[in-house]
């Protein structure tokens, strides 16, 4: 299943992607209620299998004849991010080997993990606005982890039963802030840095997460093109290696880092960039595409 997050007027409702069109189910309910079905996504990965056991049997007797006013164009919605409210997001950094080899750093010999905070998120085609503080905004697209279950101490065996869903996103880097001292976290968390979306596809969907294709594109170009298989650490060690230290919670965001072809990873004098007016699109297999407008602050 492919949940998405609909934004009504700063309001976050739940929707579900079906063929080329969404159901809003705030609206669905309206005309056809059921009091177990959740509008929040929050609610929905907290419910896990039970939640979208509900929906999936709600949705499928829902009449879409005629398009009535719960089904909607893609392209009319304004789209929030696919999770609205996680405890935690979690990022790890230089974890492809092409993209150490890049930026000439060694292999880590353990997951590099930093934080972003909540006021990071933001959707698919919002716009985000440059920091006036930063000269060196990058791109990295990422395959993006959403817990599903508390996890504390797991074997890196049972990890993926662990994970609710993935999703496409794009963890924008101030290289000019991120290199001010050793921590990263500043260059990293700027408002709207994490973009992700536009759908949270279910794990189900996914049965192997070590092997996506991840592309991005900058104004038509082309920048990246790479596969999770180039991953140092992979999804099932990341997470079984993160709650050794800390007990994941439903709706924790974990960003398993970018491949080669970032801006920092070019000669410096081949080195332009992001700037407002720029338009990034970054996508994962079987995930989508997220497309967002850089605009000045």
């Not at 919002?126 to 504390?152: F, M, N, S, W």
């Not at 065996?157 to 990263?184: I, M, P």
């Not at 650490?233 to 491949?259: A, K, N, R, W």
Request: hydrophobic content about 35%; aromatic content about 8%.
């Amino acid at each position: 299943m492919k949940l998405v997050t609909i934004n009504k007027q700063g309001k976050h409702v739940l929707g579900v992607k079906i063929e080329n069109s969404l159901i809003d189910l705030e609206e669905a309910l309206k005309e056809h209620p059921n009091n177990q079905v959740h509008t929040d996504i929050m609610e929905v990965i907290s419910g896990g299998n039970k939640a979208l056991s509900v929906i999936e049997e709600y949705i499928t007797n829902l009449p879409t004849d005629n398009k009535p006013n719960y089904i909607k164009d893609e392209e009319e919605v304004e789209w929030g991010p696919c999770v609205t409210h996680p405890n935690k997001i979690i990022c790890v950094g230089l974890n492809y080997r092409k993209h150490a080899d890049e930026t000439n750093s060694p292999y880590p010999e353990v997951p590099i993990l930093f934080s972003k905070f909540n006021n990071a998120l933001t959707g698919h085609k919002c716009e985000i606005a440059v920091p006036k503080v930063t000269q060196r905004l990058d791109y990295e697209v990422e395959l993006g982890v959403v817990i599903g279950r508390e996890a504390k101490y797991i074997s890196k065996e049972n990890a993926l039963d662990y994970v609710f869903g993935y999703c496409t996103a794009n963890d924008l880097s101030a290289r000019d802030l991120q290199k001010k001292t050793h921590q990263w976290l500043l260059g990293k968390t700027c408002d709207d840095f994490s973009p992700i979306g536009p759908y949270l596809v279910t794990a189900d969907e996914v049965p192997e997460p070590n092997n996506l294709q991840l592309k991005t594109y900058v104004n038509g170009e082309k920048r990246q093109d790479s596969n999770t298989s180039d991953m140092i650490f992979y999804v099932d060690e990341i997470v079984s290696y993160i709650s050794q230290h800390m007990t994941l919670t439903p709706g924790d965001v974990i960003l398993t880092g970018t491949p080669e072809g970032v801006i920092i990873g070019y000669p410096f004098e081949k080195r332009v960039y992001l700037k407002p007016g720029d338009v990034v699109t970054v996508e994962v297999e079987k995930l989508g595409t997220l497309t967002n407008k850089l605009i000045e602050e």
